[in-house]
């Protein structure tokens, strides 16, 4: 596996993947303020603009190129630093640059456009591209969600999940839920009842991602054995579930860490 780490993306490559997932950011730091993400520690700093989302990718493809002559980034997700719906303009031109065939001619398919749900731009965006939509859930409450995502004070999750069912999706398509599992928060099996009851008439598939710990957040990482029962209440009730490894974790490139000040090795000395 090849970790390749730039100031605002991560690029993660198996060797023998047809799928190669570059995860691109909006904007220097958060102004949302989960209170789970490491991001969110360094507040919003700029937006940045269509040329450096787009910068990012072809960085990342020159990059590769060098060490594997047919590694490729196949797939191109919204989920580094920032929250792509708060840089609605530049987000949105460097999606119809990566789209176009005089451009980077990526398909609608393969670029997916994460979340924390600010419903008016959830709208517009259905309207205006034919990307992936990834919603940043992460509770089954107001009063869960109050707590670790204080944008869903402004936006509750009854607004969200409206505008969940009100998005257009193609042929096949499903929106992807994600849902960062955080011990003695949202990870009982009561939670994962009300979370069936909240998706169950929407075209979707939940990712399940256990908490990356770092030292910024109150909260912690659940024990594996409750994730994996979680996960079998979603399975028995037919919910579309994968439950996500942690990659990235070494190099503090794992969701949730972006930002992380890593230690780089000593120089080695002058002979």
Not at 153 to 181: D, H, S
Request: hydrophobic share 40%; aromatic share 6%; charged share 25%.
């Amino acid at each position: 596996m090849l970790h390749l780490l730039l100031p605002s993306c991560c690029f993660f490559y198996l060797k023998g993947s047809r799928t190669n997932t570059l995860c691109v950011s909006s904007q220097t730091g958060c102004a949302v303020g989960c209170k789970f993400c490491f991001t969110a520690s360094l507040r919003r700093n700029r937006n940045l603009a269509a040329a450096e989302i787009v910068g990012q990718v072809l960085a990342v493809q020159d990059d590769v190129s060098a060490i594997n002559s047919e590694a490729r980034v196949t797939n191109i997700v919204f989920m580094g630093m920032g929250e792509p719906l708060l840089n609605y303009k530049e987000v949105t031109k460097a999606c119809k640059i990566l789209l176009d065939e005089k451009g980077c001619q990526f398909s609608g398919r393969r670029i997916t456009i994460s979340t924390s749900g600010i419903v008016p731009r959830i709208h517009d965006l259905g309207r205006e591209l034919p990307t992936q939509l990834a919603i940043s859930l992460n509770a089954t409450t107001n009063e869960q969600r109050d707590r670790v995502m204080p944008i869903n004070k402004k936006w509750p999750i009854e607004e969200l999940i409206e505008a969940m069912r009100a998005y257009p999706l193609g042929n096949r398509r499903k929106i992807t839920v994600e849902y960062v599992m955080l011990k003695d928060v949202n990870d009982t099996p009561d939670d994962a009842r009300r979370l069936i009851r909240l998706l169950r008439d929407i075209p979707c598939k939940i990712n399940l991602l256990p908490l990356n710990a770092h030292d910024r957040t109150e909260f912690e990482t659940p024990p594996w054995e409750r994730v994996v029962a979680f996960q079998k209440i979603l399975r028995q009730a037919k919910m579309n579930t994968l439950l996500r490894t942690p990659r990235g974790q070494d190099i503090s490139a794992a969701c949730g860490q972006l930002g992380e000040t890593i230690p780089l090795p000593a120089p080695a000395p002058k002979s």
